[in-house]
C-alpha cells in the first residue's frame, strides 16, 4: 500500500509563506500525477495545484501567481510554495498522488492545517 505523509503546515499572518511537504512511500511503480487540495471550514474539497507526468501542472485561479508545486521525482516527494497568503487560504491541505497501473489508483494524504490570520 502506498501511504502519504504531509507536512509543513501551520499559522502565518496574511502576506506571508509556506512551503507544504507530501512524501509518498510504498508500492510505487510509476505516478502519473501528484497535486494537493484544501478544504476549508464549510466548504468543499478543491483542486489546489497538480502535476501530471512530472512535467505538466495545473492550478486554481485563485492561487495562480502565488502558488507553486514542485516534484522531486527520485524520492517521490511533491511540494507546494504558498506565497502571499491570503485568510482564504485557510484550509485542510492534502496531498494526492495517482499511482499508474491497471487500473490507475487515487492516494491521500492525512492533511496539514494552514491557518493564515488576518
Known amino acids: 500500500q502506498v501511504q502519504l505523509v504531509e507536512s509543513g503546515g501551520g499559522l502565518v499572518q496574511v502576506g506571508g509563506s509556506l512551503r507544504l511537504s507530501c512524501a509518498a512511500s510504498?508500492?510505487?511503480?510509476?505516478?502519473?500525477?501528484m497535486g494537493w487540495y484544501r478544504q476549508a471550514p464549510g466548504k468543499q474539497r478543491e483542486l489546489v495545484a497538480d502535476?501530471?507526468?512530472?512535467?505538466?501542472?495545473n492550478y486554481a485561479d485563485s492561487v495562480k501567481g502565488r502558488f507553486t508545486i514542485s516534484t522531486n521525482n527520485a524520492k517521490n516527494m511533491v511540494y507546494l510554495q504558498m506565497n502571499s497568503l491570503k485568510p482564504e487560504d485557510t484550509a485542510v491541505y492534502y496531498c494526492?498522488?495517482?499511482?499508474?497501473?491497471?487500473?490507475?489508483?487515487?492516494?491521500w494524504g492525512q492533511g496539514t492545517q494552514v491557518t493564515v490570520s488576518s
Open positions: 494526492r498522488v495517482q499511482v499508474i497501473g491497471i487500473p490507475v489508483r487515487d492516494y
Open positions: 502535476i501530471t507526468s512530472g512535467i505538466m501542472t
Open positions: 510504498g508500492s510505487i511503480f510509476s505516478i502519473k500525477s
